[in-house]
């Protein structure tokens, strides 16, 4: 599965972005996805999820109250919209493909991941 993100950039703290992933594959909606982010010297971590229907969410305590991971299954594509970022938001966001259509929080649990988009927030 290709998956590709857009919409990384540098931004003000206490500005909003938006993250897209477009995946290229028939079977888009019969899987969670997610957004995975990674900073320099930091693990992997996972920001938020989304089941294979959209009907179950996660969001990491970091972002939690001020991201929404809305997906299209018509369009195949995940996005990822983040509020009142802070320079700690920088970092590389990943889009990744679930191996199962139900949220699971582990990163190996994720089977195709895209190249990332780079996200830097200015103090």
């Known amino acids: 599965v290709r998956l590709v993100e857009s919409g990384g950039g540098a931004v003000q703290a206490g500005a909003s972005l938006r993250l897209s992933c477009a995946a290229f594959?028939?079977?888009?909606?019969?899987?969670?996805m997610g957004w995975f982010r990674q900073a320099v010297g930091k693990e992997r971590e996972l920001v938020a999820a989304i089941s294979w229907n959209g009907e179950d969410t996660y969001y990491a305590k970091f972002v939690k109250g001020r991201s929404t991971i809305p997906r299209n299954n018509a369009k195949n594509t995940l996005t990822l919209e983040m509020n009142t970022l802070t320079p700690e938001d920088t970092a590389v966001y990943f889009c990744?493909?679930?191996?199962?259509?139900?949220?699971?929080?582990?990163?190996?649990?994720?089977?195709?991941w895209g190249q990332g988009t780079q996200v830097t927030v200015a103090s």
């Open positions: 594959t028939r079977t888009f909606s019969s899987y969670a």
């Open positions: 990744a493909k679930n191996a199962v259509g139900k949220i699971t929080i582990g990163a190996r649990e994720f089977d195709s």
